[in-house]
């Protein structure tokens, strides 16, 4: 079907069944003529909580459907592609989570956002790369075990005095990049802000110039005084930021680097789930109950 079809489709199929179309920032730019909201983890999670709708559609990938439904309970939640997973997700399970408990019995456990509802359910509080210093620095103990990024884990105890425990986990995205990709940029383009996302390793993080969520990163992007800007996240975000800041010039910092998953969800996909209210997704009651307790606590914090 034409694009331009579909677009019409889709924003008419929204009016008549009362839905939201929730699009993360790494998603693919056509489709952003049916968003209702593009944002970040965190905009989006407050989104998916006030919603009036009845349908809620994410494009993005499940657990950030998850999140949406857990904070919506009532809503219909769909998933336009159900294989748009999170590999940095599934590198953390609930016997992981209760086997740092009883090592650090005395630890705070929050967990990213980037992790499955019964994984939130096992911890105490979420974050996300937008909020993770503030809400650790809200908790009352001393010691924190964060999961399940290391690199998020690394970022947060440079800019707190709480213990940091991290696991093991990575986004393969943010993992790739390294501090020679930063070296070769700034030979390019010595006069270029850098920023980079919290998921990248630290020692890309030392030699960046801003280390912002991406939502931030728009923010930093119209305050910076070079006209030419190097993004070190998931290349969906510099299109995003083409639209946003277009007096700016972007470029991927070393090659461009592409998470598969988020690349999944197209215009056909999320016209068809809404079409059929197809790829429904649903979380368990009490795993949802326990999982909104952390959600609701991290967006108490902000």
């Keep these: 079907m034409d694009e331009n ?17 929730l699009v993360h920032n790494y998603q693919v730019p056509e489709i952003y003529p049916v968003a209702d909201f593009i944002g970040d983890s965190l905009n989006l999670s407050r989104k998916a909580a006030s919603t009036d709708k009845d349908i809620i559609v994410f494009s993005g ?13 009532t809503k219909l939640v769909l998933l336009p592609e159900l ?17 740092l408990r009883k090592r650090y019995p005395k630890a705070a456990v929050a967990c ?17 790369s937008a909020n993770a210093v503030k809400v650790i620095n809200s908790l009352k103990e001393d010691q924190v ?11 947060i ?18 993992e790739r990049m390294s501090p020679e990709d930063v070296v070769e940029a700034r030979k390019k383009l010595p006069h270029a802000t850098i920023i980079v996302h919290p998921e990248c390793r630290p020692e890309v993080i030392a030699l960046a110039d801003h280390v912002a969520s991406t939502s931030a990163m728009i923010e930093l992007s119209r305050k910076a005084k070079s006209k030419d800007i190097i993004i070190g996240t998931e290349i969906g975000m510099i299109e995003r930021l083409k639209i946003e800041v277009p007096e700016k010039r972007f470029y991927s910092l070393g090659a461009a680097k592409i998470c598969h998953n988020m690349k999944m969800t197209s215009l056909q996909s999320i016209y068809d789930a809404l079409l059929k209210k197809q790829h429904e997704i649903t979380v368990d009651k009490k795993v949802a109950e326990g999982a909104r307790k ?4 991290m967006l108490d914090v902000v």
Aim: charged residues 25%; contains cysteine.
């Design 5 to 21: 079809v579909l677009i019409k489709k889709i924003n008419a199929l929204k009016k008549k069944m009362n839905a939201v179309i």
């Design 61 to 73: 990938v499940k657990f950030m459907a998850e999140t949406a439904k857990i904070l919506s309970p």
């Design 83 to 99: 294989g748009a997973g999170c590999p940095m997700a599934d590198m953390i399970k609930v016997e992981d989570v209760m086997e």
């Design 112 to 128: 990213y956002v980037n992790t499955t509802a019964d994984v939130k359910a096992a911890c105490d509080v979420c974050i996300t």
């Design 145 to 155: 075990i964060v999961v399940p990024d290391k690199n998020l884990a690394a970022y």
């Design 157 to 174: 105890a440079k800019n707190t005095k709480k213990e940091i425990i991290g696991a093991e986990g990575f986004c393969y995205v943010h």
């Design 294 to 297: 952390s959600l609701q606590r």
